[in-house]
């Protein structure tokens, strides 16, 4: 097996496409570099890397090598952060994508409460549109995906999922806010802000009035939830549908209000979690899911 040095060595100069910028990243001499690169090119007789005027550039071979050193470093952090795990000292990093909606919502105070508990790991959270989100974990630059409606993929697996139930929302003054829920035939005698055509959110409102023979004509459109949240604050008479997590901080400052339907044709909106299929989970990557699954649970039963 390659030594680790030698991975991080290659693993640098891919990255920066210059044995010199990745040398004064690891703070090595280049030479040392360049002679490992070399020793191993002799060794599997044939090139790495491509030598061009300006940077260095992977061979086929290359890709080839640099995909397995890049899964070889992955998994050695992995069997250190457990090693580390054994010892009672919890440090690390986790790496999760979820939609721009969750990112600027309830998530971030569900990571803050985190980082808290557990003041040695670092959090990385990455705001994706969500279609974006299950090619971030299987490209392995993402450790967890958080979002809606994902497809079904080989290459993830789900650690849990939600039925995240869809609502009306409106303002705290709107004569529908004192209900405790409410008939879709009620909510569409007000002027309603949707989701544009194309999204799956809008889809499941429009198939939720198909089934009971109702149509639903938007006063506006939008691909912003944030939009919508906005334009019902400041519109008393308007409604939208949203998810509890979608305003879960705006129904807790009271800004908004979360009414539940009374009918169950619309179905719910499906969050899952998802990681890699192949590889394990580091323990602290594993302990922030838990804790993300209880959290999550806590907001989606409590419902604003």
Do not use: W
């Not at 007789?45 to 070889?72: C, K, Y």
């Not at 994508?97 to 803050?112: E, K, Q, Y």
């Not at 929302?169 to 949707?194: C, F, M, R, S």
């Amino acid at each position: 097996m390659l030594h680790s040095r030698m991975l991080r060595y290659l693993d640098e100069v891919a990255r920066y496409g210059s044995i010199r910028k990745a040398a004064d990243h690891l703070n090595v001499a280049a030479s040392a570099i360049n002679r490992q690169i070399l020793a191993l090119e002799e060794e599997i007789g044939e090139p790495i890397f491509e030598r061009m005027p300006r940077r260095l550039r992977l061979t086929a071979t290359g890709e080839i090598l640099i995909e397995h050193v890049r899964q070889t470093l992955k998994d050695y952090a992995r069997v250190g952060g457990r090693l580390t795990a054994l010892k009672g000292v919890e440090q690390g990093r986790v790496k999760i994508s979820t939609t721009l909606g969750l990112a600027a919502g309830p998530f971030a105070n569900i990571v803050a409460d985190f980082v808290d508990r557990h003041p040695r790991v670092q959090v990385n959270v990455r705001a994706l549109f969500a279609e974006a989100i299950p090619n971030s974990v299987i490209s392995g630059d993402i450790d967890l995906g958080l979002g809606f409606n994902f497809q079904p993929d080989r290459a993830l697996r789900t650690l849990m999922t939600f039925d995240v139930p869809l609502g009306a929302v409106v303002a705290p003054g709107h004569e529908l806010a004192g209900e405790k829920n409410v008939k879709l035939v009620d909510v569409i005698q007000y002027p309603l802000v949707t989701a544009e055509l194309g999204m799956s959110l809008r889809s499941i409102v429009d198939q939720a009035m198909n089934r009971v023979s109702l149509l639903a004509r938007p006063t506006i459109e939008t691909n912003s939830v944030e939009l919508m949240k906005k334009f019902v604050r400041q519109r008393p008479r308007a409604v939208t549908f949203l998810n509890p997590l979608d305003v879960a901080e705006e129904c807790a400052s009271g800004s908004l209000v979360f009414v539940s339907l009374a009918e169950t044709s619309m179905r719910a909106q499906p969050l899952r979690l998802v990681a890699r299929a192949k590889g394990m989970l580091d323990p602290v990557t594993s302990r922030f899911a838990e804790e993300l699954r209880s959290a999550l649970n806590a907001l989606t039963e409590a419902r604003p």
